[in-house]
């Protein structure tokens, strides 16, 4: 059984940073890709960023571009997302989210990640 755990949320001044960590068990994590994802209250989850499984491409959603970095460290089973110069509008929980289709593309929509941590909560006041 695959398990996310994620941390690394609060509560962060506008133009402040945060680390989010999402440490993986139960399956041989260097082979999938992996994403975050975030949700706020009233709207769809949708994807900030992923990397693939052998972190040689990544994908940032325009609004995060510049702002947002995804790593992992394989031998860890651990991604990161480390997020700065956050602002109000980033406010949302933050889930991490693992593939199943070994070593393939970096899929974009929630639909294709089976595997999900249960969410940090990451709050930037004004």
């Known amino acids: 059984q695959v398990q996310l755990v994620e941390s690394g949320g609060g509560l962060v001044q506008a133009g402040g940073s945060l680390r989010l960590s999402c440490a993986a068990s139960g399956r041989i994590f260097s082979n999938y890709a992996m994403a975050w994802f975030r949700q706020a209250p009233g709207k769809e989850r949708q994807i900030v960023a992923g990397?693939?499984?052998?972190?040689?491409?990544?994908y940032y959603t325009d609004s995060v571009k510049g702002r947002f970095t995804i790593s992992r460290d394989n031998a860890k089973n651990t991604v990161y997302l480390q997020m700065n110069s956050l602002k109000p509008e980033d406010t949302a929980v933050y889930y991490c989210?693992?593939?199943?289709?070994?070593?393939?593309?970096?899929?974009?929509?929630?639909?294709?990640?089976?595997?999900w941590g249960q969410g940090t909560q990451v709050t930037v006041s004004s």
């Open positions: 990397i693939r499984w052998s972190g040689s491409s990544t």
């Open positions: 989210a693992a593939d199943t289709v070994v070593q393939r593309g970096l899929p974009l929509t929630a639909a294709d990640y089976p595997y």
